[in-house]
């Protein structure tokens, strides 16, 4: 009886130290669980932060009197907000009036290369013929060339405008194009145009990842190559369609390289933000107009931030199912 009660003795002991055992062991687990996720948030924030804060800080300096900007008591608060910058920048942009023109170029820019993405990467994914891995080598090989490498043959190019001779056949004489919105249109739809290849390589992986079987049931219903792509392919594509749109339109939004080449006298937003800085002006007027250049940037980039609230949906998803990610 006595060794029956002294193994029962031995085993309570052992179950209690392992119960012991057990709730340390789940007590540092938790702790280290919420350090762990503690660490995280406080990461996320500082790297928000850091990335966050100067638009925090264009913003307060958007509405500082030009007196503030010498006070170093003030940061981020300003004591006698202004609103005298934000309405110097936004005359300097001339929103009114070249606002609809900035805009309606970003749309067509925006529209030529996504239908020419599309295609072009519908292509790529699906038909296999000789050449066509070297073709899809040129077009990542645009990605790696700068633009400014070519600038200047391309404005010789639409400078003298003259396609397999036709302009000199039909006017006498080339074309001059400089000047006017034509040859970033004509760019956008040839697959020239800025970023067209990361375009074309991100709908190539979004349409290689569309299982083949879709377009084959297409088929054995009937339906030719041309019907299956606009019934079967491009209604699942609109994500990532979607998401080209919105890259390019807000690339051409704020572009000023090829607008500032093409556009000699003629003007868009993006290209007025430079002619705020009053260069060799000195001391605080320099520093003010510096300031309306950077609320003229913000003011530039606010549609782009309300346009992304409303379409994100379709970027995430469009990003998400492209195959770019990894996954």
Same mark, same amino acid.
């Given at each position: *009886?006595?060794?029956?009660?002294?193994?029962?003795?031995?085993?309570?002991?052992?179950?209690?130290?392992?119960?012991?055992?057990?709730?340390?062991?789940?007590?540092?687990?938790?702790?280290?669980?919420?350090?762990?996720?503690?660490?995280?948030?406080?990461?996320?924030?500082?790297?928000?932060?850091?990335?966050?804060?100067?638009?925090?800080?264009?913003?307060?300096?958007?509405?500082?009197?030009?007196?503030?900007?010498?006070?170093?008591?003030?940061?981020?608060?300003?004591?006698?907000?202004?609103?005298?910058? %934000?309405?110097?920048?936004?005359?300097?942009?001339?929103?009114?009036?070249?606002?609809?023109?900035?805009?309606?170029?970003?749309?067509?820019?925006?529209?030529?290369?996504?239908?020419?993405?599309?295609?072009?990467?519908?292509?790529?994914?699906?038909?296999?013929?000789?050449?066509?891995?070297?073709?899809?080598?040129?077009?990542?090989?645009?990605?790696?060339?700068?633009?400014?490498?070519?600038?200047?043959?391309?404005?010789?190019?639409?400078?003298?405008?003259?396609?397999?001779?036709? *302009?000199?056949?039909?006017?006498?004489?080339?074309?001059?194009?400089? @000047?006017?919105?034509?040859?970033?249109?004509?760019?956008?739809?040839?697959?020239?145009?800025?970023?067209?290849?990361?375009?074309?390589?991100?709908?190539?992986?979004?349409?290689?990842?569309?299982?083949?079987?879709?377009?084959?049931?297409?088929?054995? @219903?009937?339906?030719?190559?041309?019907?299956?792509?606009?019934? %079967?392919?491009?209604?699942?594509?609109?994500?990532? *369609? *979607?998401?080209?749109?919105?890259?390019?339109?807000?690339?051409?939004?704020? @572009?000023?390289?090829?607008?500032?080449?093409?556009?000699?006298?003629?003007?868009?937003?993006?290209?007025? %933000?430079?002619?705020?800085?009053?260069?060799?002006?000195?001391?605080?007027?320099?520093?003010?107009?510096?300031?309306?250049?950077?609320?003229?940037?913000?003011?530039?980039?606010?549609?782009?931030?309300?346009?992304?609230?409303?379409?994100?949906?379709?970027?995430?998803?469009? %990003?998400?199912?492209?195959?770019?990610?990894?996954?």
């Amino acid at each position: *009886m006595e060794k029956y009660r002294e193994k029962q003795n031995i085993e309570f002991e052992q179950f209690s130290r392992g119960k012991r055992l057990k709730a340390k062991y789940l007590n540092w687990h938790f702790a280290a669980k919420v350090f762990g996720t503690l660490f995280i948030y406080v990461l996320l924030i500082g790297i928000a932060f850091v990335i966050v804060y100067p638009i925090i800080r264009r913003v307060s300096n958007a509405f500082k009197p030009a007196e503030e900007f010498f006070d170093s008591s003030v940061i981020l608060f300003p004591r006698n907000p202004t609103q005298e910058t %934000i309405w110097r920048a936004y005359g300097g942009l001339n929103v009114n009036g070249l606002g609809a023109k900035s805009f309606w170029l970003a749309v067509f820019v925006a529209l030529g290369q996504t239908a020419v993405a599309t295609v072009a990467a519908y292509g790529f994914a699906r038909f296999k013929f000789r050449g066509s891995k070297l073709l899809f080598a040129c077009v990542i090989f645009t990605l790696v060339v700068p633009p400014e490498t070519i600038v200047i043959p391309l404005l010789l190019r639409f400078r003298y405008f003259n396609p397999f001779g036709l *302009m000199s056949l039909i006017l006498g004489k080339p074309l001059d194009l400089t @000047d006017t919105l034509w040859p970033q249109i004509i760019l956008a739809l040839t697959g020239m145009g800025w970023k067209n290849g990361l375009y074309i390589y991100m709908m190539r992986e979004y349409f290689k990842g569309m299982p083949i079987a879709l377009e084959e049931a297409a088929y054995i @219903d009937g339906a030719k190559t041309m019907r299956a792509f606009f019934e %079967i392919i491009l209604p699942s594509a609109v994500p990532m *369609m *979607m998401t080209i749109f919105l890259f390019s339109f807000s690339w051409q939004w704020t @572009d000023d390289f090829y607008a500032g080449t093409f556009l000699l006298t003629e003007r868009v937003m993006a290209t007025n %933000i430079a002619t705020l800085v009053e260069s060799g002006s000195g001391g605080s007027v320099e520093i003010i107009s510096y300031n309306t250049q950077q609320t003229a940037t913000l003011l530039l980039i606010l549609p782009l931030i309300v346009l992304f609230i409303f379409t994100q949906r379709f970027f995430v998803e469009g %990003i998400e199912r492209s195959g770019i990610t990894g996954t």
